[in-house]
């Protein structure tokens, strides 16, 4: 059993930064890619990107793309998102997962997930 445990959310004023952070359980954490994804309130999830088991390959949403991160660190079974130049079309909660891809269906365990607010 994968546990994941997201922090680092809260609320922030609009063109600021927040870097959120996964933790995972086990000892395969450096076997897997890890995916982030965003849920708006009365919208669906959505992809915000993801990092392949070693780093090389990380793929990101047009609507991140050039003002967000993610990264990993294998050794401590944590993987980052670095948010900046926030604005209030940001605000949801976001989630990790362990999988690959842009679809939900290419992730088992998922994380219970972090509010990110952003205000004007």
């Known amino acids: 059993q994968v546990q994941l445990a997201e922090s680092g959310g809260g609320l922030v004023q609009a063109g600021g930064s927040l870097r959120l952070s996964c933790a995972a359980s086990g000892r395969t954490f450096s076997s897997y890619g890890m995916g982030w994804f965003r849920q708006a309130p009365g919208k669906e999830r959505v992809f915000v990107g993801c990092?392949?088991?070693?780093?090389?390959?990380?793929q990101y949403a047009d609507s991140v793309k050039g003002r967000f991160t993610i990264s990993r660190d294998n050794a401590k079974n944590t993987v980052y998102l670095q948010m900046n130049r926030l604005n209030v079309e940001d605000t949801a909660v976001y989630y990790c997962?362990?999988?690959?891809?842009?679809?939900?269906?290419?992730?088992?365990?998922w994380g219970q997930g972090t509010q990110v607010t952003v205000s004007s």
């Open positions: 997962a362990r999988g690959w891809g842009p679809a939900s269906a290419g992730y088992d365990y």
């Open positions: 990092i392949s088991a070693r780093s090389q390959i990380i």
